[in-house]
């Protein structure tokens, strides 16, 4: 269970994807404080996914989400402190990369991304670099409304036009990267606020990944209810236009490995 | 100005710079961070020696009192200071994430290989944490350091260790 193993066919194409795809996938799943709910999510993950390594990244919780992990079966890298969502995959994203997995599917601890679309974003990453599950594209019973809502419309449309594709959750923490991305966020993921979501697509981009939304279904949150109230939204939305803004004056950087996905 | 006013200037000027000196020499304090403050102390040195100086040059600059410019050059000073010290903590806080990624990444990997080594326990038994040191312990440490240069057997053909080889 801790190292990956071995696919009898490498090159598994189509739309059905094969148990080797499985074994060469990281699901990344960082967890601060989970406890309560880890241990049946890395359960859940593994039903649904035979053959993948799941990964907690215990983000310097206070509780025994290690332990509680280990015990369900997951691997667990234990970061002495909190880094923050963005910190803590950018160590699944290296630690993917030093085991030579090609995909690493980011899944939330909390229970609320439903592992049974984690297939069609590993499908998706056959042609493209980084793939988003998202929650406003038809799919699931998850639903945001007031201020928030326009504030992630706003980014949505700004981020799209950077990627050159139609995005509308670009703060979905569902999602996938292919070998390029994962070179490249094994060192440059983001690490501040908002930026594991918004300045690492920004950055996937502008470095010359293709980027790609699918709809999955997504549960309501099983703890804690995300904020509808006019101000925070203001102060949300300020503080992503202001990631934005940085991430676009940053020099832009580039992809060292030359393998394209699909090829 | 009476001549205490000008002595305790020039007194209080020599204590920064002794100070900051001092610190240097203890190591207390490394070069590129004490130059900031060595200069402030040179410049207070000076200003308190030669008072005209300042005099001199405030009217230059068009200020009517000498004070204000003064004050303006600590302003400025101060601001280099804390601009520089942002900067430097951003940089420290970026390499103590490395080190807390690299911590982990290497301890999960140092569990693997003392699960490994001790007859490859199956990791879902209870408490695999414990297990690990004890057994490795009692299994001598030779063959244990030897463990990183092999590559997991089990890995995906093609992609397996490009790091670990290293």
Redesign the interface.
């Known amino acids: 269970m801790t190292a990956p193993g071995a696919p009898s066919d490498p090159r598994t194409v189509g739309s059905i994807v094969g148990m080797s795809l499985l074994q060469q996938t990281l699901i990344v799943m960082p967890a601060f404080n989970e406890s309560a709910v880890v241990g049946d999510v890395v359960r859940e993950v593994q039903a649904a996914l035979p053959g993948a390594t799941v990964l907690v990244v215990n983000d310097g919780s206070a509780d025994d989400t290690a332990a509680v992990a280990r015990r369900a079966g997951a691997t667990v890298l234990d970061l002495p402190f909190n880094l923050g969502v963005g910190g803590a995959m950018r160590a699944g994203f290296k630690y993917a990369v030093a085991n030579g997995f090609r995909y690493a599917v980011q899944v939330d601890s909390d229970g609320q991304h439903d592992p049974s679309g984690v297939p069609q974003i590993l499908d998706a990453l056959q042609r493209k670099d980084v793939v988003i599950g998202a929650r406003f594209a038809g799919v699931g019973d998850y639903e945001t409304r007031g201020p928030r809502r326009w504030a992630m419309v706003v980014l949505a449309s700004v981020v799209s036009r950077i990627a050159g594709t139609k995005l509308t959750d670009t703060t979905s923490g569902f999602r996938g990267a292919g070998p390029r991305a994962l070179e490249l966020f094994a060192e440059h993921y983001p690490a501040e606020y908002l930026g594991d979501t918004v300045e690492s697509l920004v950055l996937a981009a502008r470095a010359g990944c293709s980027i790609e939304q699918i709809p999955v279904a997504m549960r309501v949150r099983a703890g804690g209810t995300p904020s509808h109230a006019p101000f925070k939204a203001m102060i949300y939305l300020g503080r992503a236009a202001m990631a934005l803004v940085v991430a676009l004056w940053r020099p832009r950087l580039s992809l060292r490995t030359v393998e394209v996905p699909g090829s | 100005m009476n001549v205490t006013t000008y002595v305790f200037g020039i007194v209080v000027a020599l204590l920064v710079l002794v100070a900051v000196v001092e610190l240097l020499r203890r190591r207390r304090l490394r070069e590129r961070h004490a130059l900031w403050w060595i200069v402030a102390g040179v410049v207070a040195l000076v200003v308190a020696i030669f008072p005209g100086l300042l005099v001199g040059t405030a009217a230059a600059l068009g200020f009517s009192v000498p004070t204000n410019l003064g004050f303006f050059v600590c302003l400025v000073l101060l601001f280099m200071v804390s601009v520089s010290q942002s900067a430097e903590l951003t940089v420290l806080e970026d390499k103590t994430?490395v080190l807390?990624?690299e911590?982990?990444?290497l301890?999960?990997r140092i569990g693997?290989l003392e699960?490994r080594a001790a007859g490859a326990v199956p990791?879902?038994t209870?408490a695999?944490?414990a297990t690990g040191p004890a057994a490795a312990g009692a299994d001598g440490s030779p063959s244990v350091a030897r463990e990183p240069v092999t590559l997991?057997a089990?890995?995906?053909?093609?992609?397996?260790?490009?790091?670990?080889d290293a």
């Not at chain 2, 089990?154 to 670990?164: C, I, K, M, Y």
């Open positions: 994430r807390a990624e911590s982990a990444l301890e999960e693997r699960r990791a879902d209870a695999p944490v997991p089990d890995a995906p053909a093609g992609h397996a260790g490009t790091d670990r």
